[in-house]
């Protein structure tokens, strides 16, 4: 029995191989092509250290000067000693270069849908002839057609042969006058992926998602595999805009509620007409601060670069050393 696993580096790349029953990490890498810095391959000189981020695993032996009863807490492992119990996760702070590693791949699918949501966000759908595997929260860079022009957007479901994403609409952008005037069901898209080190990690505390406009895609992928693999530790998602007409997947947001226990939403919107009868403003106005001064958290923000360090900051105000920060800035093309 083969499990997969996935290698993710510093520099955004991730490479999957299978590996399999009782086999060596590291061996199963060097057999795919994955060349690991290493050195003594006896759990003594740390050379192959990285980061479990899912899935179980055991490792035969690690010297305690390779390795220290709090790296070994928070999932650091020695690839010549590890052996994976179930499909895993693993990141390595360096860049995927030093492996010898191939790039990113390049991915033909055709276009199955497109839905203007609104003025500035449509949905897009991209129907691929073999499945592509990536880490929720990772994104692809997607060819415009009749251009030279790439984007990058981030995948807003779990891994297979559909893709979704959300674009986010400019006046005048290369990928938003394409999807306005030109974009077809049936057309074909190239594509390079999976890309990003922002990706869901092993859950074992809560988690706070947090999205805005747009960074909403990166964690419906996360969701999407919460929902189907199952979570028992509560999952607040908040959700904030401009407008409500800026809003989508709302459906598909609730539904989480049924199939992820102890999932709760928020939306905020931070220009709304009179009639709108939600929260409004900025969503650090709106955090439930009293559950992350209780116990430690993770929290996963995709949006704008303002949002972000805005959250930063407000986590820094209100002292929450134990909320670990995971983030993705995106910054539109204006072009």
């Known amino acids: ?20 029953a009782n086999e060596i990490l590291l061996d199963a890498a060097l057999r795919n092509g994955i060349k690991i810095p290493l ?21 035969d032996y690690v010297d305690e000067e390779a390795l220290s009863s709090l790296d070994l807490q928070q999932r650091k492992m020695l690839s010549c000693q590890t052996r994976v119990k179930s499909d ?17 791949v390049q991915v033909r699918g ?71 005037e030109r974009c077809q069901v049936g057309d ?7 890309l990003g080190a922002f990706y869901l990690r092993h859950v074992g505390r809560p988690l706070v998602l947090v999205a805005g406009g747009t960074g909403l895609s990166a964690l419906l992928g996360m969701l999407d ?19 409500a007409e800026d809003l989508c997947e709302t459906a598909r947001i609730q539904g989480y509620a049924t199939k992820i226990a102890g999932f709760r939403y928020t939306e905020v919107l931070s220009a709304p007409s009179e009639g ?16 992350l001064r209780d116990g430690p958290a993770d929290m ?19 002292a929450l050393d134990g909320v670990q920060l995971y983030y993705e800035k995106f910054t539109q093309s204006n072009i």
């Open 1 to 20: 029995m083969n499990h997969k696993v996935a290698f993710s580096f510093a520099d955004g790349k991730t490479l999957f191989f299978p590996v399999g």
């Open 39 to 59: 050195d003594c391959r006896e759990g003594v000189c740390g050379t192959c250290q990285g980061r479990c981020e899912s899935g179980d695993y055991s490792q």
């Open 88 to 104: 895993a996760t693993f990141y390595f702070d360096f860049d995927s270069s030093l492996c010898n590693a191939p790039g990113p």
């Open 110 to 180: 055709m276009v199955s849908a497109v839905q203007l949501v609104s003025a500035g966000t449509a949905i897009l759908q991209v129907q691929l002839e073999q499945a592509l595997d990536f880490l929720p929260g990772q994104y692809a860079r997607l060819s415009v057609p009749g251009t030279q022009s790439w984007r990058a957007y981030s995948f807003a479901n779990r891994p297979g042969h559909q893709l979704q994403f959300l674009i986010r609409l400019l006046p005048d952008g290369v990928m938003s006058n394409y999807i306005r």
């Open 188 to 194: 074909e898209l190239v594509m390079e992926a999976p």
């Open 225 to 243: 595999e919460l929902a189907a693999n199952g979570c028992d530790r509560p999952v607040h998602l908040y959700y904030g805009v401009r407008g």
């Open 276 to 291: 709108w009868p939600g929260k409004r403003g900025y969503l650090t106005e709106h955090f439930d601060l009293a559950p």
């Open 300 to 318: 996963y923000v995709c949006g704008p670069p303002p949002m972000v360090e805005s959250i930063q900051q407000w986590l820094a105000d209100q």
